[in-house]
């Protein structure tokens, strides 16, 4: 987190030589401190006193926010939050740099170490100063000789570090990308401001105060704030409170599947890649929600790296969970998928993962559970996300909109309300959802964001109202907090002059703001927060991307394996073709919301890295519209031995912002597809890299083609876990995470229907037609039984008792010779008019060894046994209720009256 600031006096300055030769400029892009820059973030600002001064005062700032790769070190520890580094003028007079052996300018709880990272900087000690190189250890400059500050430009930011120099005539400075001109004075000092709390008078006031509790503090806090100053909290980029020394910060860093590129978040020197996991619809084919609770672990992770190298915020918009409802939408490929279970347990793993680890004083980061409500549309038949209204039964909110939401309450700091309506009211302006439901209902504490310029556009695009103080007003008391936006910042003063909200309403909002910077230890000691010891050195390290392969090999989808053609042999002597248009995909494999990956193994790569002799073909982009390269492709089929067909989507069919109009393979890649299978000699393995559904109908029955694997958008280790699973280094075990349909299936409903049940249904729950593969299919390399632990004969129950539900255990083995992974899926089918077809209440992965065995547990609640009226309440309805556990099957048959189950609220 890094931030500017306009400080008191400040406590320490240090002075140096203001100008460094073009011999220096040289010299620092080659020395080891730019090769390795330090971890310690800071905030600087040029500022400009006058030649003649020789105190200081009240400056002008000129905003800048710098990775400076100086880092200086005293005797003593001073605790505190963030660092603010700022270049000052400063006249000859040695009175004029005063340090104080307490003061240490670390983002850590003590001095930098030679063995932390970090190039060149000063050791200031009580008569001396000397400048230190951390890969040599010693003395490089005496006290006697000149210091200057050499500033080159890196990636558009100011990387400052420490030169030996003679002079001052050749000083130059870069800022955003632009030589200025050399200040007028020939000094710069080092002003160091410390944390919110550190420095006299504030840190007597209660807010600082780290014996109180989170409340008192807060409330203490807010009670001081002028108007405007609360005005300035309400927008992602806050602003910061000079007079309390309270630094800005930026609210928006996205974390979906990785760090990844946002306001919040900069990539470059030390931070210029982060760990890029598979693309969510991956993670939700696992079905491994232990997978899904490291993965955030080792997000918050490198989250917390970036921000203690001043490269990103800790307020994270992640995870999506919204219900993958249309196979059209653009955005489904960010949730887990179609199934509402599945995806309340990959919210609850998720964020529990990202913002809880080994120091439960304080949240590691900060998750937002988004879009709520009912958001999944993009632009579809001239409607854009901006101004759809979503018409969403009571019955459709129970059943499938909120699950997810209500287990993401307790648990998230955020939620993130959506562009679009529900039932006539924009969701950043809906009392319902936002306060009757999530807080009132599911437990929700934490504060609520808008989607970005969701608030103005209540006004501009929903037209709910018709003034900037009433949009301001339908927003803060609907329930959001924090806009994504300057429409609050720039309205609320009106709103509060016209009185369409008080200022108790602004306490609210900004109070809960507070609360999490509280929470996240912005203002508490450094000595006490472990968080702030997590560096670079813990961004993509051999475990990070470990877990990321195993990630993509959890989440390959084996739908067909005709003859057990696969696993491949693989020998020097194999020839393989790889033909397609994500045959050597890269970026593709991450999908959307990414960072800077490490690296990208492509497909072709990682099946040439199994040793086998590779031959590429496109045959045609994406797009497909120029079949001119076919006949490339036909020829290396026709030549291989075998055929690896890598055929699917991109963001340029699938995005957000961007649903697609039909479900079939993009432009001319069927043709491909038919193409290849007809010329090759040997077997063809189809590999589809896509993240929401395409109609495969053609290969799931054709025999040239015996093998299809889904691949969905597979991260930066994409390629090496196809090959991984063509070759049998590994055996998957992933299950489709949504249903495939035919391509017709678009032409027989509307996006626009937001009904489950309208014919021909959504999702496994409620479609009526054939789908080429359903949720929850995939092979193994090797075979399963299942069976009972405890005996479970059928049985006869009250619809009184069912409220207590039914336990169940069952023995899963491998009956196989190879090792391997098991999903076991759990559901429950009815015989009630009106349920759903089929419902998961319960999924388990099991790896097992040949011959291994495990028991599991499943607990069918209640609400297993019960239906969701038209009016969104649950009952316990007299019917037939079949449970399926893998191959197991146990009828429950309920009579007696309905029993109603109510809605408990969360804690």
């Known amino acids: ?69 100086l880092l200086l070190s005293v005797t003593h520890v001073a605790f505190g939050g963030i660092h603010n580094v700022q270049l000052w003028h400063c006249d ?59 500033a080159p430009s890196v990636d558009g930011l100011l990387a400052l570090s420490v030169q030996e120099c003679s002079g001052t005539e050749e000083q130059q400075w870069v800022r955003n990308g632009q030589r200025v001109q050399p200040v007028s004075a020939p000094n710069l000092c080092l002003d160091a401001t410390q944390s919110p709390c550190e420095n006299a008078p504030f ?130 490929q960010e949730t887990p998928g179609e199934d509402p279970h599945l995806t309340s347990e990959y919210a609850k793993n998720f964020v529990n993962g990202m913002q809880f680890g080994a120091d439960s004083s304080y949240f590691k980061v900060v998750a937002t559970c988004k879009h709520y409500a009912a958001y999944d549309l993009e632009n579809w038949n001239h409607v854009d996300r901006f101004h759809f209204n979503a018409n969403v039964s009571d019955q459709d909110f129970v059943e499938s909109y909120f699950p997810a939401f209500q287990a993401c309450s307790p648990l998230a700091g955020s939620i993130m309300c ?11 302006a809906n009392d319902f959802i936002l306060n009757q439901m999530a807080r009132g209902q599911f437990g929700f504490r934490g504060y609520m964001v808008s989607d970005c310029g969701a608030i103005e556009r209540i006004m501009s695009a929903h037209q709910y109202t018709k003034t900037p103080e009433a949009t301001v007003a339908a927003g803060i008391h609907g329930g959001c907090d924090l806009d994504c936006g300057g429409f609050y910042t720039a309205n609320t003063q009106t709103a509060l002059d016209k009185k369409t909200i008080s200022e108790d309403d602004l306490n609210n909002s900004v109070g809960r703001l507070f609360a999490f910077r509280f929470l996240l230890g912005m203002f508490d000691p450094i000595s006490q927060q472990p968080y702030e010891e997590i560096g670079v050195d813990e961004i993509n390290t051999e475990e990070h991307q470990a877990l990321a392969l195993e990630a993509a090999r959890e989440s390959m ?48 790569a990682g099946i040439a890295k199994a040793g086998v002799k590779v031959t590429q073909v496109q045959g045609c982009d994406v797009k497909c519209t120029d079949t001119s390269k076919f006949s490339d492709a036909t020829k290396a089929a026709a030549a291989a031995d075998v055929v690896v067909l890598v055929v699917g989507l991109d963001q340029s069919q699938e995005s957000e912002g961007h649903d697609r109009t039909n479900i079939s393979l993009p432009g001319h890649q069927l043709d491909l597809v038919k193409a290849v299978a007809a010329a090759a000699k040997g077997p063809v393995v189809l590999v589809v890299m896509t993240g929401g559904p395409v109609d495969i109908t053609y290969a799931k029955t054709e025999t040239k083609i015996p093998a299809i694997i889904w691949a969905g958008y597979p991260g930066q280790s994409g390629g090496e876990a196809i090959s991984d699973v063509i070759f049998g280094v590994y055996n998957p075990g992933g299950r489709l995470p949504y249903t495939i349909y035919p391509d017709e299936y678009v032409n027989q409903i509307s996006m626009f229907d937001m009904s489950f049940r309208s014919t021909p249904g959504r999702t496994y729950k409620f479609f009526t037609g054939e789908a080429a593969y359903g949720f929850g299919d995939g092979l193994s390399y090797t075979t399963f039984s299942y069976d009972w632990t405890e005996r479970m004969a059928d049985r006869s129950l009250s619809t009184k008792d069912l409220r207590d539900g039914v336990n169940y255990r069952v023995t899963v083995a491998n009956t196989g010779k190879v090792a391997g992974d098991d999903v076991v899926l759990a559901y429950v089918t009815s015989s009630v008019p009106g349920a759903p077809m089929k419902l998961l209440f319960g999924f388990e992965r099991v790896k097992l060894a040949p011959g291994g065995s495990r028991a599991l547990f499943f607990a069918a609640p209640s609400e297993t046994f019960s239906t969701v009226d038209d009016k969104g309440e649950r009952h316990i309805l007299a019917g037939t209720y079949t449970v399926s556990i893998g191959a197991l099957r146990h009828t429950v048959t309920a009579s007696g009256s309905s029993v109603h189950l109510p809605v408990t609220k969360q804690e």
Request: charged share 15%; with cysteine; aromatic share 8%.
């Open 1 to 69: 987190v890094t931030a500017n600031q306009s400080p008191v006096t400040p406590r320490s300055r240090i002075r140096h030589d203001a100008r460094a030769n073009q011999a220096g400029k040289r010299a620092v892009q080659s020395c080891a401190c730019c090769r390795s820059p330090p971890r310690i973030p800071f905030s600087v600002g040029v500022r400009d006193f006058g030649e003649n001064s020789s105190h200081l005062r009240r400056p002008t700032t000129y905003k800048m926010r710098f990775s400076i790769l």
């Open 418 to 428: 959506s562009y679009n309506a529900v039932n006539g009211v924009p969701s950043c």
């Open 92 to 150: 000859d007079a040695a009175a004029s740099q005063v340090w104080s052996e307490d003061l240490c300018l670390t983002h850590n709880q003590k001095c930098v170490h030679l063995r932390q990272n970090g190039g060149m900087f000063l050791q200031a000690g009580a008569s001396s100063h000397q400048l230190t190189h951390r890969s040599e250890s010693k003395q490089i400059a005496d006290p006697g000789n000149k210091l200057c500050l050499q």
């Open 203 to 332: 840190n007597t006031y209660k807010y600082c105060n780290i014996s109180m509790s989170f409340i008192e503090r807060v409330t203490d806090l807010v009670e001081r704030l002028q108007t405007t100053e609360k005005i300035g909290q309400l927008g992602t980029g806050a602003k910061s409170i000079d007079r309390l020394q309270i630094p800005s910060y930026q609210w928006w860093s996205e974390g979906l599947h990785g760090v990844a590129g946002s306001p919040g978040v900069h990539f470059g020197p030390p931070t210029p890649y982060a760990t890029s996991f598979p693309q969510v619809i991956n993670l939700g084919a696992t079905f491994n929600m232990k997978l899904v609770s490291a993965m955030g672990a080792v997000i918050s992770t490198e989250a917390r790296a970036f921000a203690n190298a001043g490269h990103a915020g800790l307020t994270y918009f992640a995870p999506n969970i919204n219900i993958y409802r249309d196979p059209r939408w653009g955005r489904g």
């Open 557 to 604: 989808v084996l739908l067909k394996n005709a003859g057990n053609v696969l696993p491949l042999n693989a020998s020097a002597s194999l020839n393989v073709a790889v033909i397609g248009p994500n045959s050597a995909a890269t970026s593709t494999m991450q999908g959307n919301y990414h960072g800077t990956a490490p690296y990208l193994i492509s497909p072709q």
